[in-house]
């Protein structure tokens, strides 16, 4: 499932928060830890990067230590990385450390808030996610009154618990529900299409009810995994919909597609894939399956 994953690390107290997390995600075994260091603009002063690298160097040897305690539940080995460049940019360094170690997930958490308080993308986490030639997991914490953020992973919710799958119904869709249904530890899945298109009444109900039907096939396709499973149907907007339900369902965690099927489309991620992953206050792990946009 995913043996081997990539955490990047910032050093923030999101990235910080990514550690409850890590011993959740199924399968685990060994995890590359790294953390980049921007050298591509020196100072007047010439290179005064050393002592940050040095810090940086002691910082992950200590996350290094935390995860190795976690043997107890989950074997994990780690592989440490203080990458320094001086050309390129960060996200690719994150890219190219987890092609070159071939892991099956990178592992990152959201930064920011804007003032009307939905939470945003890193501009880091952004590109990785847009490029990654693997599945990522993007870690948003939820807000906890006079504490800053929360937990992504709650004590009493496992990550993986209570999952929604949004899906149109198209191959790469229909793919990232078998990925998902595969996955050990899931209590319940929420099956989710949002009817956006229907130029009258008639339309629009002839469109949910084949929703409906399809959505019931889904559903008993995770019975017999031996998953409960629950169908939504909504009408309008997709992206609004699915981010509704995730918070009516109170979900651990969305699991949606790259890829999408919409009229605009980003050339490496679906638009409201992207739109959903930098709106929602809810852990999202976006699969990447191998199949293109336009399977």
């Known amino acids: 499932m995913f043996e081997k994953i990539l955490v990047a690390l910032d050093f923030s107290a999101y990235s910080q928060k990514i550690f409850d997390c890590i011993g959740e995600i199924p399968g685990v075994r060994d995890v590359v830890l790294i953390h980049v260091v921007d050298a591509t603009h020196p100072s007047k002063l010439g ?6 690298i040095e810090n940086a160097k002691l910082r992950m040897a200590e996350k290094k230590e935390a995860l190795e305690r976690l ?3 989950v074997h994990i080995s780690v592989d440490v990385i203080v990458d320094v460049i001086t050309q390129g940019t960060v996200p690719q360094a994150i890219l ?3 092609e070159a170690h071939s892991v099956s997930l990178i592992v990152m958490g959201a930064r920011g808030i804007n003032p009307i308080q939905e ?3 890193g501009s880091v986490s952004s590109s ?3 490029h990654a030639g693997t599945s990522v997991l993007v870690l948003h914490f939820r807000p906890a ?3 800053g953020a929360g937990p992504a992973c709650p004590p009493d919710t496992p990550l993986f618990s209570r999952v929604l799958v949004p899906t149109d119904f198209s191959r790469p869709a229909e793919d990232t529900f078998s990925f998902v249904r595969s996955i050990p530890g ?3 899945m929420i099956l989710l299409n949002v009817v956006d298109k229907g130029e009258s009444k008639e339309e629009i109900e002839t469109a949910v009810l084949d929703a409906k039907m399809k959505l019931t096939a889904m559903k008993e396709e995770c019975g017999a995994s031996g998953i409960p499973a629950t169908i939504r149907v909504r009408v309008g907007d997709p992206t609004e919909m699915a981010l509704a339900v995730a918070e009516e369902d109170d979900v651990s ?8 099927t919409g009229r605009v489309r980003e050339m490496l991620l679906g638009s409201t894939t992207f739109t959903i992953v930098r709106r929602t206050r809810r852990p999202i792990l976006v699969i990447r399956t191998g199949l293109s946009p336009d399977s």
Request: hydrophobic content about 50%.
């Open 96 to 98: 190219d450390a987890a």
């Open 119 to 121: 939470l945003l993308l």
């Open 128 to 130: 990785v996610l847009r």
């Open 47 to 52: 290179w005064t990067h050393e002592p940050y």
């Open 253 to 260: 965690l969305i699991a949606i597609s790259a890829f999408g």
């Open 145 to 147: 009154p006079g504490e």
């Open 186 to 188: 899931i209590d319940e």
């Open 71 to 73: 043997g107890l539940t």
